[in-house]
């Protein structure tokens, strides 16, 4: 099976840099993404990461360490629009299908 | 395009009731799922389809049923609706299931009754 944990709640201040971490276990691993989701609504895209190491997009980031199957996204100079849940998900091999945590809520305050 | 489009936003149903929840994308993605989402509650995956004629179980399939016959379509069937499956669902469909983005649909809110 597959299970995900991460942080249930984190706040922040507007303009600061902000980590939330996920680990994970998995009977396969291809990789690992980040969503965000605003009030309920449609969850979107952030990254994926399949390799070790950093990725960049913007004022996001997420990083990956396979062999101790973690990972985090790095949100920077935080606006109060990124107040929302984010949710990392695994891709196993079992077709590919996509196994969510239960999410982090972040609350930005000015 | 269109994206991912589901109907109907809002449901209420009477416990024993069936209904199908209508998923299309005009996307040309092989690879298609149906989550719930519950109150403070992460996405779990009720069903994936890694194209036409494929289908296969998430971590909650009880009680609902899918089927592919077309790349754009893909229904979730609740075969008799019971208050437990009170829900947000949401249907994503992806280019292929292996990292690629999903591309979520807007969801259809359920009540039970």
């Known amino acids: 099976g597959q299970s995900l944990e991460q942080p249930s709640e984190v706040t922040a201040v507007e303009g600061a840099i902000v980590q939330i971490n996920c680990t994970y276990q998995?009977?396969?691993?291809?990789?690992l993404s980040w969503y965000q989701q605003h009030d309920g609504g449609a969850p979107t895209f952030l990254s994926y990461n399949a390799l070790d190491g950093l990725e960049e997009t913007g004022r996001f980031s997420s990083f990956l360490s396979r062999s101790d199957s973690y990972g985090y996204l790095l949100l920077q100079e935080l606006q109060m629009k990124d107040s929302a849940s984010y949710f990392c998900a695994v891709t196993g091999n079992q077709g590919g299908k996509l196994i969510f945590g239960q999410g982090t809520e972040l609350s930005v305050k000015p | 395009n269109a994206g991912v489009t589901q109907t109907p936003k809002f449901q209420v149903l009477k416990t024993g009731q069936s209904m199908t929840l209508q998923c299309a994308q005009d996307m040309n993605h092989e690879y298609m799922s149906w989550y719930r989402q519950d109150p403070g509650m992460g996405l779990r995956l009720i069903h994936y389809s890694v194209g036409a004629g494929i289908t296969d179980q998430g971590e909650v399939p009880n009680g609902y049923n899918v089927s592919r016959s077309t790349t754009e379509d893909f229904p979730l069937r609740l075969l008799s609706a019971a208050p437990s499956q009170t829900s947000v669902y949401f249907c994503?469909?992806?280019?292929?299931?292996?990292?690629?983005?999903?591309?979520f649909g807007p969801g259809t809110r359920l009540t039970v009754t």
């Open positions: 998995t009977s396969g691993f291809y990789g």
């Open positions: 994503a469909s992806s280019y292929t299931g292996q990292g690629h983005e999903q591309y």
